[in-house]
């Protein structure tokens, strides 16, 4: 992982009015508009926001108002009970998306320096502003290593060729498989239940519970450390992704199948309420 940084929130700082000069001594104003007629549930800013990086200087969010539109924290919602869309990180998150700009869309932001932003870097200017923000250790590094996944399996490195994305798209997805794969297997193993072909996974032995829990806990942390070796410069990512994933499975599966419940209910009662024709 990098080193560590020491919090400065004076690097967020009022980006002025469009078309007038930021205030590097003034704190930054977040200022949204929401239309209420766009399903895509995003908001407007009605003023920059500013933010001095410590290597790519000063940059303001966004250039361009009438294109640039934000979700906040692009969160799936099986995953909002452990990061919700906003909270001590909302001005990095606004931030990212004004360096990164969504899908299909260009980035919109402003480089005093002249500094042209690639994918990795605004990540790592994410990490570092969460920081600055105040938002936890662990929490700002399961966001980094939420939007690092996004471009490892999206592609969207400006700057890589065909082979290294593919390389990086299937080092993410192969592992994070062979994760889940092993940790339904390992589950299976430890309630009994035979797996045809395949049997249990080798670390989960015979013995009392909890000697075979705390085995098949000791698999669920080895196996992403093991894995993470072939990530690269994006081993921190790599061994981040996969303890959570491990660790997390069931409960996440557990919300996850809760949340089609949910939609399922709702669905239903949104027939239920329709007038009649």
Do not use: C
Not at 98 to 117: C, K, N, R, W
């Amino acid at each position: 992982m990098a080193e560590p940084l020491n919090p400065d929130a004076g690097r967020f700082h009022d980006g002025g009015p469009f078309g007038g000069d930021p205030d590097p001594d003034a704190p930054p104003q977040i200022l949204l508009q929401r239309d209420f007629t766009d399903p895509t549930n995003e908001f407007r800013l009605l003023r920059r926001i500013g933010y001095r990086d410590r290597e790519l200087g000063d940059l303001l969010v966004p250039d361009d108002p009438d294109t640039f539109a934000t979700d906040f924290a692009s969160i799936p919602q099986v995953f909002g009970w452990l990061l919700p869309r906003t909270g001590t990180y909302l001005p990095a998150a606004i931030l990212h998306d004004g360096l990164v700009g969504d899908p299909g869309q260009p980035a919109s932001y402003v480089s005093t320096e002249g500094h042209e932003i690639t994918w990795d870097m605004a990540n790592r200017v994410f990490r570092d502003a969460m920081a600055d923000s105040g938002t936890p250790v662990v929490r700002r590094w399961l966001l980094w290593t939420g939007v690092t996944l996004a471009v490892m399996v999206s592609g969207r490195q400006t700057d890589w060729s065909p082979a290294t994305k593919w390389r990086w798209r299937l080092t993410a997805i192969g592992s994070l498989g062979l994760i889940a794969v092993l940790g339904v297997l390992a589950t299976l193993d430890l309630l009994g239940v035979p797996v045809p072909l395949v049997g249990g996974v080798p670390w989960v032995g015979e013995g009392p519970w909890w000697s075979t829990l705390l085995s098949g806990a000791a698999g669920a942390v080895v196996t992403p450390l093991v894995l993470s070796l072939g990530w690269g410069r994006f081993r921190a990512a790599g061994v981040i992704s996969g303890l959570a994933l491990a660790l997390l499975l069931h409960v996440t599966i557990a919300v996850g199948l809760l949340t089609l419940v949910y939609h399922g209910i709702e669905r239903v009662a949104n027939r239920g309420s329709r007038p009649p024709p």
